[in-house]
């Protein structure tokens, strides 16, 4: 009997002794930062008094707010990425006078590159740059042979890995120019693994994601079924990432410029978010709700954000 009861008592000592480290690990706080857009109800409103006292939850869990500052001065740089679909019918070359406007319109904080979707990776045509000329150097019409871009979420996890560029005090904006068909699964499928690893290494990356959508070539993406289902698989990218999607019904767009006006506005009215929230000790994408109003003006906010230790954060 006395080897049982201290064997008891052993057993007891090691659960307390163990627990506050248990307890401990769980409560590890971790940070995170997040692109958020407000847009006013109307375009030449200016927005009002935004609140800083606002909610939101990380992977269900109340989180703290740390930091919500505007970016929309010239000290806040963007780096934009146009990645433009290879298969796209080559009928989008008449959208290039409106594309060349855009980027001749950036404001001098603003460094643009094309890039085409090929075989699986995002293809430079130009770097980044904020000089209009050099960037529209890159501007040509694609191929058009169908399915060249091998699947436009493989290009866009290239991107995300390969980022043309180290400096992280930029905001990171993609356009994607494509119909969004899944070539590997044409169905739409909310749990594609390929959407799903894109808009994983998206948020890794930091990339908040746009898209116009322009059909590709080949048989088999003029069905609605295809359309369908591409342009949801799209609409899942840019929600998760804080982006927006443009589309006209089932059809190629007549003109690109009311979407890219409205990009313009977007890229003028976003906020950085820096966040804590309950950490594992290893970088973590998350799902994120935010709870924020503001009088007549929209509060666009990504699904997804990455969390990361504190420690990560400071870059120790």
């Given amino acids: 009997m006395k080897t049982i009861g201290l064997a008891l008592t052993l057993t007891a000592g090691t659960v307390l002794a163990t627990f506050p480290a248990f307890a401990q690990k769980n409560d590890?706080?971790?940070?995170?930062?997040?692109?958020?857009?407000?847009?006013?109800?109307?375009p030449k409103e200016n927005i009002g008094q935004v609140p800083k006292d606002f909610k939101l939850k990380v992977n269900g869990k109340e989180s703290s707010v740390l930091n919500f500052t505007a970016l929309q001065d010239s000290n806040s740089p963007v780096e934009l990425v146009?990645?433009?679909?290879?298969?796209?019918?080559?009928?989008?070359?008449?959208?290039f006078s409106e594309i060349e406007s855009f980027v001749k319109e950036m404001p001098p904080n603003t460094r643009i590159a094309i890039a085409y979707m090929e075989n699986g990776r995002a293809a430079f045509g130009s770097q980044l740059s904020s000089n209009a000329a050099d960037v529209l150097k890159g501007l040509h019409v694609s191929s058009g042979f169908p399915g060249s871009n091998a699947s436009p979420y493989f290009c866009l996890s290239d991107l995300a890995k390969n980022w043309p560029s180290h400096d992280r005090t930029a905001r990171r904006e993609v356009l994607m120019v494509t119909d969004g068909v899944d070539n590997y699964d044409r169905r739409y499928d909310p749990e594609d693994p390929?959407?799903?690893?894109?808009?994983?290494?998206?948020?890794?990356?930091?990339?908040?994601?746009?898209?116009?959508?322009w059909k590709d070539m080949g048989r088999a993406n003029n069905s609605w079924y295809e359309n369908n289902?591409?342009?949801?698989?799209?609409?899942?990218?840019?929600?998760?990432?804080?982006?927006?999607?443009?589309?006209?019904?089932?059809?190629?767009?007549?003109?690109f410029e009311p979407f890219l006006q409205d990009l313009r506005r977007r890229l003028n009215h976003q906020y950085e978010l820096t966040f804590s929230a309950p950490s594992n000790g290893k970088p973590e994408v998350a799902?994120?709700?935010?709870?924020?109003?503001?009088?007549?003006?929209?509060?666009?906010?990504?699904?997804?954000?990455l969390v990361t230790s504190a420690t990560s954060a400071r870059g120790e």
Avoid at 82 to 95: F, V
Avoid at 196 to 202: C, E, M, R, T, Y
Avoid at 237 to 245: D, H, K, L, M, P
Avoid at 287 to 305: F, G, H, N, R, Y
């Fill in 28 to 42: 590890q706080q971790g940070q995170g930062r997040a692109v958020v857009t407000i847009l006013p109800e109307h």
């Fill in 82 to 95: 146009l990645l433009m679909d290879s298969g796209s019918r080559t009928s989008l070359g008449t959208q």
């Fill in 194 to 213: 390929y959407v799903d690893k894109a808009i994983n290494d998206s948020v890794r990356a930091g990339i908040v994601v746009y898209s116009i959508y």
């Fill in 229 to 255: 289902a591409g342009q949801n698989l799209l609409l899942m990218v840019t929600q998760a990432t804080g982006g927006n999607s443009y589309w006209q019904g089932m059809g190629n767009p007549v003109s």
């Fill in 287 to 305: 799902t994120m709700k935010i709870d924020l109003k503001v009088p007549s003006a929209k509060v666009e906010a990504p699904q997804k954000v």
